[in-house]
């Protein structure tokens, strides 16, 4: 079984700051990890995915991770916030190889204050 | 191409009676995931369905269902709605089944009201 934890329902940065979302995971074996967007009313959007190799993964509008291993994490960050990336953040997990459900965080809402 | 589309966006039923939610993957996608969206459970996992065959299903009463049309349109059914069911629905599709390296690609979702 897979899991993931999202810490901080609620985090609030001044635009230009460094955006951090933080991701920790459990999985029995190599996962694969995802992070969404999801604006008001609106479905999720893909920002980047972890399946293999390069440990650190870049994705859109400038958001990049790293899957650690050894701290079971795959934080979400940005070097400079935009009042466009104020929205709900989700961290997935699924586990690698066959048919697996795809497992999600609760979800981040990230605050920009201008 | 098409993104993922879902019918109807907006729904509003009373306690007891059945809804049937509609979604069309984008063209060429086999996958067809459903997820619940509710502020105090998150995204919770609903089903998958992939040619046709049901090959994962979450921890949800036998109240929901859905199914999967030979153009991987797929439909979820909901009986003897109670309050608890109002939600964001949200529908998903890939090429493949989910858990593989293939991305996820979601609608705008149902908004499922319960009164």
């Known amino acids: 079984a897979q899991s993931v934890t999202q810490l901080g329902s609620h985090v609030s940065v001044s635009e230009g700051a460094l955006v951090l979302l933080r991701c920790n995971y459990s999985?029995?074996?190599?996962?694969?990890l995802f992070w969404y967007v999801q604006y008001p009313n609106q479905g999720l959007q893909l920002l980047l995915k972890?399946?293999?190799?390069?440990?650190l993964v870049k994705g859109i509008n400038g958001f990049e991770a790293e899957f650690k291993k050894s701290e079971t994490s795959f934080h979400l960050t940005k070097p400079s916030a935009h009042m466009s990336d104020a929205a709900e953040y989700f961290c997935?997990?699924?586990?690698?190889?066959?048919?697996?459900?795809?497992?999600f965080g609760i979800g981040t809402k990230l605050q920009v204050i201008p | 191409k098409a993104g993922v589309t879902q019918t109807p966006r907006y729904l509003i039923k009373t306690r007891g009676q059945q809804v049937t939610l509609s979604c069309s993957p984008i063209?060429?996608?086999?996958?067809v995931s459903w997820y619940q969206q509710t502020p105090g459970q998150g995204l919770q996992f609903l089903f998958e369905?992939?040619?046709?065959?049901?090959?994962n299903k979450g921890n949800f009463p036998g109240r929901f269902s859905g199914r999967q049309f030979s153009n991987s349109r797929s439909e979820m059914n909901v009986s003897t709605l109670e309050l608890g069911d109002s939600a964001l629905y949200l529908c998903?599709?890939?090429?493949?089944?989910?858990?593989?390296?293939?991305?996820?690609?979601f609608g705008p979702g149902t908004r499922l009201t319960v009164l």
């Open positions: 369905y992939f040619s046709e065959t049901q090959r």
């Open positions: 999985s029995s074996v190599p996962p694969y």
């Open positions: 997935a997990v699924s586990l690698s190889g066959g048919y697996q459900k795809v497992t």
């Open positions: 998903a599709s890939s090429l493949f089944a989910s858990g593989n390296t293939d991305t996820q690609y």
């Open positions: 063209s060429g996608h086999r996958s």
């Open positions: 972890y399946t293999t190799g390069a440990t």
